[in-house]
């Protein structure tokens, strides 16, 4: 019943379905492995900010950059900024998502230490893209900065390509290494993100301050998880359907041709009893008309011994002649009935030519009874 599994079709669903299972599952587990990510990075983000701030340089060195659990940490800087050492990172947005720049500005501390790099904020583009737009400039003098530790940007953690050939003084990565080279002299691993200055930035319009992460939407990472698992479940639930409505199928089709093949011999046999109880009720006829006629013709041969001699004769060449038209009707009645029952078991193209011929015999009957 089930050797159509083996078939081409059968076979390439099968190993469909079992490809699809375990790919569908694994989905289900990357898309809760993210859920969960989100969910820590929310965490981190939350405890961080609700920190206290420290200086920068407890938390990161010239040599590597801050630990992951240090990031979004508020930390704070002293020294003075050199503007001549001014970059804009491109294709920065705002919290409104207009396209613009980040502007970063190393931070010189007095005490010769390494240098800090800070990200002032955001200012808006040009109509010329190739041309800088004009940034305010930064406060002079020593300055206190408070910001958010930031790990440095990379295209690994993010996937904006560092391209060159920029323009002068433009840069796609927020990256301290980078401007360490272009500064000449050691910079603290990472850089500040900048949320306060003191004394107070006097530049009027100052830059817009970058927007404080995000840490409070999980995404639809979860629902994502179920959903794959939901599509893993219903492989094999629509594989056993699939599979029993071919075998629903086959099995109508094999009692379709078990009944066509049936047919025509319980239409046969039918039709053969039909023929017998028409032969019996034929022969019966048959039998009653020639009682009835041995009966009439023995009353005229009693009449006729009681007719005189003449008479008598007469009447005994008529009984003889009901008795042979007797005879003959029953004859020709059997013979009527079986010719009926073998044109019913003839062909319909026949069943006509038969019927003819019995009622040419049933008149021939007939005349030679008379």
Known sequence: MYRFLLSRQWVILTLLALLLIPT??????????????RVARNNLISASLDAEPVPMAELTTADGGPDPGDRYRPVTATGVYDVEQQMLVRQRTNGDGAMGYHVLTPLLPADGGPAVLVNRGWVAAGQDLTEAPEVPAPPTGEVTVTGRLMADETTANTGVRDRSGLPDGMTMLINSDQREDDLGQPMLGGYLELTETSPPDPADPALEPVPEPDHTGIGAHFAYAIQWWLFAAGVPVGWFLLLRRDVNDRRAAAAAGAAAAAGPGKRQAAAAGSGERQAAAAAGAGAAGAAGAGAAGAAE????????????????????????????????????????????????????EAAGAVQERDVESSAAGA
């Open 301 to 352: 041969r009693v009449g006729g011994r009681e007719r005189p001699e003449g008479a008598e004769a007469e009447a005994a060449g008529t009984a003889g002649s009901g008795e042979r038209q007797a005879a003959g009707a029953a004859g020709a009645g059997a013979a009527g009935a079986a010719e009926r029952v073998g044109a019913r078991q003839h062909p319909d193209g026949t069943e006509a």
């Open 24 to 37: 569908m599952v694994w989905l289900g587990f990357w898309q809760l492995d993210r859920h969960e990510q």
